[in-house]
């Protein structure tokens, strides 16, 4: 699984701890919430809210 989060994003720390507690794995993909990147074209096409945290599965 990947990981799309934010460093200041609240919920995205929640998803993190929660991984952590129940020893999940995850590839982190940061992403600057400040310049803007959630709104970027990529991003949105996985999430259309342009919110952090989101998840993409990995085949």
């Known amino acids: 699984m990947e990981l799309y989060y934010g460093e200041i ?3 995205s720390r929640k998803v993190r701890l929660f991984l952590s507690l129940i020893g999940g ?5 940061p992403l600057d919430l400040a310049a803007g990147e959630q ?4 991003y949105r096409a996985l999430n259309p809210f342009g919110q952090a945290a989101a998840s993409a599965r990995c085949v």
Request: avoid cysteine; charge should be neutral; aromatic fraction near 0%.
């Open 9 to 11: 994003s609240g919920n």
């Open 25 to 29: 794995q995850a590839t982190l993909r």
């Open 39 to 42: 709104r970027e074209e990529g």
